[in-house]
């Protein structure tokens, strides 16, 4: 699909896109125009007329207007409209994908994958619609009932990060609309047209639902917009994806108000491989963790703890894969890694390759930028000691870096010792070391897989990580708690007044 089809086909063509969306109704954007750039080619694709902190303001407002009704819907009736939602993405995948890959890079396969995640929450939600129970709790005195309920939260602010465009939306939205919240979103600048595709399914979802207010988007600059969405008392939980030093700000300016944060921030991932692993194995997941969305995943590879009895193998098998990576245009199918999101990350993967070289590590291959339009570079593998000050850092580049260790202690002492916390994995056929590597005095991670790579998680697991990746969780399991507010509820169907704890009170 060339690029005017996918916009037509997504119905976000024309001279200057609206950067608001939802329950904006009258409020027009007046904000400065952006451009969205194709990082295959660095030109523009379509200008955006961003949104100011008042038109956001507004739409805060309209959105905590809906909320007062959309709370009061049934639960199964909030899944019936996320039911749709699901559908409609479904019938928008190819079209979708194919705007991720062209606007964000990563290759048309992932940028399908991210939509099947999209998919796959909204079937994950439209079942807990039905779910949302609480529970009864045995009360310690005679003829009383003492409940715990969930109820709706309020709006949910969600900010997004550049490399996951659709999917970090949805495990958001999906969740909090059979939670009975409304939702704005701020999604990254660099992919502005990724969320105005998604805005328009919305829309058409609200209108047949008369639900509008529900999903809302405000699009503009996170030092305005986005501190607008963060800072609001009538947003009591904002879950924000980005990087670490964005998630400190988030935390503090919502914790400062006492409001709700879920923190989804950067990773440092090691994939540790033992002597006795399936080589084969592991080094297909090291290549596809690690160079798979050009190593810009918050849970790409980035470490590799090799013990010493396979380093030598795994090294030449990584060298040669590297090697027959084909990197171009993420819409060619032949493509494996697509190129950077802007100059910026290109920047950070050359000024961290430098201290690399300072800090006395090895390039093995890769390791230059590639001529041309865009901003493609080269993957690379780099031969380092663990305890290098730039090992410790995320650089969100595909450099990975291979590490020998002794044992399986001094992979999981290694693994642990960076300040991230997000994914792991270990390639054994030892049982008792894999066991040993999920457990308690294992891998410090959110994320702890065993033949399995560090990245590609399934929506049916809690997802985040410890740490400065900052402790939320997204996504499957009982992540749906966070979205509802927790009520416990005491019901005397007795004639008495009997205290809690046998007081007696002027008795
Ligand atoms: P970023 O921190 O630059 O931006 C993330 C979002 O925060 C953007 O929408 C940005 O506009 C917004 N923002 C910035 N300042 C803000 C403010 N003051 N108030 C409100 N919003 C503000 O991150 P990025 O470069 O887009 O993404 C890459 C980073 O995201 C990496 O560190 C990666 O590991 C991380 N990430 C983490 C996860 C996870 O689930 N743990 C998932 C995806 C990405």
Redesign the pocket.
Known sequence: MDPQTILETLGISGEVLEGLGGASGPVRASGAIMESINPSTGEAIAKIRTCTSEEADAVIGRAHDTFQTWRAVPGPARGELVRELGNALREKKTALGALVALEMGKIQAEGEGEVQEMIDICDFAVGLSRQLYGLTIASERPFHHLTERWHPLGVVGI??????PVA?WAWNAALAAVCGDSMVW?????TPLCALAVQKICDEIMEKHDAWGLFNLVIGP??SV??T??SDPRVPLVS?????P?GQ??GEVVGRRLGRAIL????NNALTVLDDADLGMAARAIVFGAVGTAGQR?TSTRRILMQKGIAGALCETLVAAYGQVRIGNPLDPKTLMGPLINQGGVDEMMSALVKVKEQGGEILCGGKTIDGPGFFVEPTLVKIAHDCPIVHD?T?APILYLIEVDDLDHAIAINNEVPQG?SSSIFTTNYLAGETFTSAVGSDCGIANVNAGTSGAEIGGA???EKE?GGGREAGSDSWKLYMRRQTCTQNYSKELPLAQGISFGD
């Open positions: 900010v997004s990060a550049f490399n996951f970090v701020k999604p990254s600048s660099e996170g030092r986005g501190e969405l963060i924000a994806t980005g990087s670490t964005m700000h988030v989804e921030l950067g990773g918050c995320e969100f997000l997802f985040g990580g990746t």
